[in-house]
């Protein structure tokens, strides 16, 4: 019989909650990106500006934000440091020199995203009319700037750290049969023995987990820190860049907390497999590094695209779930593949054997619910960062999480393999092979999961907005292009009940309300000397959902009004 414990059956109700958890509201998003700046792209100014501001889709992380301000010479005419407006944190600025001469400039910035991606892009503009034109001028960028190799492979090797740690540790706690539950005598000499004695190799493999873990989350502040200032890796390991690192980005507070949690599990490590005290005492040190080495990852999740959703809670805990169960799905399968074709060597064959069988019925079991875990929280996740289907096969996160998901069904067509070999004591050794090629296939999967983090999730693609409302004897019809975060042509149009155009309209206001509530509301009125429809150029400045509320006075001072729900998904 298929031992599956408590514990197991729990989170196999993870599967159950998936429902739940798509009906919570969710965004796409990519890495911050320009709603507007002033200058414009390409403006041409009939005077100086006193300043420069750029606002951006979301809040900005105040460290290693810059903005230079260059004439045609490469000269800055820039005042010093940009900062945060402090009313607005999606909004960088920074003052001008006065009296700027007539000529071309160019605006050079650097951000943090609120998931701790760097970006960057150039904005040109001039001052004073003359024979140079932007249109002989190179085209204006602006990126999310490359990942380097050096992140992605460490943030592999955490992956594969955190693994072989909290693999070990729940492998002895949960998976290698305890005393208490020994059927007979011979089981309980066969478990009474010391783990390291049961499993020779299973200290080794639980300090090589921990060694990579401390080693890469030591190493990984000045590496990430280099990356979001725009320096060389070299720089990144000074005083000044660590030091701001640690005062204003998220990652570097997370780090922090990620040294004060490795030293403490070290503690805890060392009085878990101390031999001089009792196996009791053992195991709640065993437990207390089980929730240390969670308290790690869940620290991981604060830090890059859950962190940044609308709404980071439920983005997160999926996160952190997502990387619990493929840690111990990944790790138990290295000690499994480590361990097992040398645990208990001087035990009688048949005995090796009850212990192979029996440690694999109980993954087995396990197994299961890791796999509810992976499958629940993956779904959440690709609903929640691919939201149109046609975004897996058009951006390099789509094909990356495409590739992801095909090692993962390759994993579970070995992980079935193990279930039926878990049933016959005759297959335990033939599983080991298998064992061996899950944990291959396990780990080319946390390599393209490490990917995926450096990897902007892509921002749905813009559709048109139009609709038609009827209200009393007129009908009005508001045309959204291209109904995008930015800049956005709104055209309305109000007809009579035959479908003729009404004349005389006196006034047409637009007031646009947003659903979250910590925005403000917008509200413009629409030329009406022009012919109908009706249009204006204005700014959308947040993507969600937003009221769109219609005002129109006709030439008997009758009043029109019509409301629209506008989802704005992304940007042009």
Known sequence: MLYLSRPARAACLLLLCLPLLLLFPHSSWA???????SPTENQVLDKSPSQVTITFNEDLQSAFMSIKVTD?????VDTGKAQLNPEHPSTMEIQLIPGVKNGIYTITWRALSADGHPVNGVIPFQVGSGSNAYTDQATPSESSGTSRIDLIAVRWLLYIGLSLLFGAICFRLFLLPSINRAKNRSEQQMLSQRPSD?????????????GITSAVILISLPLQASWDAGVSIGEGFSLPILGEALQFTGAGKIWFIQMILVLLLSVTLIYAIDP???DRQRRVWGYSSV????SLMLSKAFVGHPAAATHPAPAIVADFVHLAASAFWIGSLAVMVVCLPVAGLELPVSEQATLRQTVLRRFAGWGMAMVAALLATGIYGAVLYIPAPSMLLNTSYGLVLLGKAALLLVMLVFAASQFRSARQAAASKRAAGGLRAELSVGLLVMLLAAVLTHLSPGQAPAVPFEETRTTGEYSVTLAVSPNAVGSNEFKVSVQDSKGAAVSGIQQVTLTLIPANPDQDQQEFVLPVKQ??????QELITSEGTWAVKVHALTASLDAVDAEFTLQVDGKK
């Open 276 to 278: 001089s005290i009792s």
């Open 31 to 37: 890495h911050a990106f320009v709603v507007e700046s």
């Open 531 to 536: 012919q109908q429809p009706f249009r204006s």
């Open 291 to 294: 929730l240390l080495t969670l």
């Open 198 to 210: 049961t499993l020779p190799r299973w200290t080794k493999l639980l300090w090589s987990g921990y």
């Open 72 to 76: 045609e010479t490469g000269k800055r």
